[in-house]
């Protein structure tokens, strides 16, 4: 099974700060690689696929890169919306499907 | 507007039956694949199961397998998961998910299974 490792967790920032979110995988899943916001409360919601696609809507301050096993996910001025829990998810095994264990995104 | 809505959580003991229902509209249901997906709490996103567009292929996760069936009723825009013998550890908000080639672009709200006597 492929395993999917966020780093760092938690992270503290300030509105305005930039900041990165790592995810590794087990073994090389290509760009087959999602990331997604989580709001408590409320349904995920699809920010990058592909490794590096924005999903439509999603503010171009969001950006995906990375191939292989190590792939990050940046916020490039973070805004008070943004504080929220950040998940990769490979589809490299797919129909199945691996979630990171999740970058709680807090307020500094 | 495409909307994904999950009902049929609640309490129930361990050993128990429990079916969930996930309500489409909006979109071409019979054109896309769906899956399960739940969030235990204070844990992470955890996929549960996966149903090819034609309900033809279906994939569980180790920890479910056995256990639930996924279904799906394409003339009534509805998905299904179907769970037995619940343990305390299926506890979570599940959430139903629309996929298109690779990626979970459309979420339900979820509904919250608690197991426990």
């Known amino acids: 099974d492929i395993q999917m490792t966020q780093s760092p967790s938690p992270l503290s920032a300030s509105v305005g700060d930039r900041v990165t979110i790592t995810c590794r995988a087990s073994q090389s899943i290509s760009t087959y690689l999602n990331w997604y916001q989580h709001k408590p409360g409320k349904a995920p919601k699809l920010l990058i696929y592909a490794a590096s696609s924005l999903q439509s809507g999603v503010p171009s301050r969001f950006s995906g890169s990375g191939s292989g096993t190590h792939f990050t996910l940046a916020i490039s001025s973070l805004q008070p919306e943004d504080f929220a829990t950040y998940y990769c998810q490979q589809y490299y095994s797919s129909p199945s499907k691996t979630f990171g264990q999740g970058t709680k995104l807090e307020i500094k | 507007d495409v909307h994904l809505v999950e009902s049929g959580g609640g309490l129930v003991q361990p050993g128990g039956s429990l079916r969930l229902s996930c309500a489409a509209s909006?979109?071409?249901?019979?054109?896309?694949?769906l899956n399960w997906v739940r969030q235990a709490p204070g844990k992470g996103l955890e996929w549960v199961s996966y149903i090819s567009s034609s309900g033809n292929t279906i994939y569980y996760a180790d920890s479910v397998k056995g256990r639930f069936t996924i279904s799906r009723d394409n003339a009534k825009n509805s998905l299904y998961l179907q769970m037995n013998s619940l343990r305390a550890e299926d506890s979570a908000v599940y959430y139903c998910?629309?996929?298109?080639?690779?990626?979970?672009?459309?979420w339900g709200q979820g509904t919250m299974v608690t197991v426990s006597s």
């Open positions: 909006g979109f071409m249901f019979s054109s896309y694949e």
């Open positions: 998910a629309r996929e298109w080639l690779g990626f979970l672009d459309i």
